[in-house]
């Protein structure tokens, strides 16, 4: 059921309902209550937290890789900059 508005105003843009507020209970999801897990889904939890990590630690060394490579020259710039504030 939709609220019907308090105040209206006629500036010629189409209403909008902005005063929606849900209702049901948070711990109900498509009409049965959340409970334990079931089989299948405990399975594949486990085999895709195994998985997270794997992926983490591949992303996170690419990740190192990258930033070593992009640091290097800024590195060398450093080392001009201040071979040559000291007259060499």
Known sequence: MKPTPQISHNTGF???????????DAKIAAGRPVGKLTGFHKLSSDYLGTELVRDFAVEFSAFTVIALIS?????AS??????MARGY
């Open 14 to 24: 189409p209403l909008t309902d902005y005063n929606y507020q849900p209702t049901g």
């Open 78 to 83: 450093i080392v001009a900059v201040a071979r």
């Open 71 to 75: 640091a290097w020259p800024i590195l």
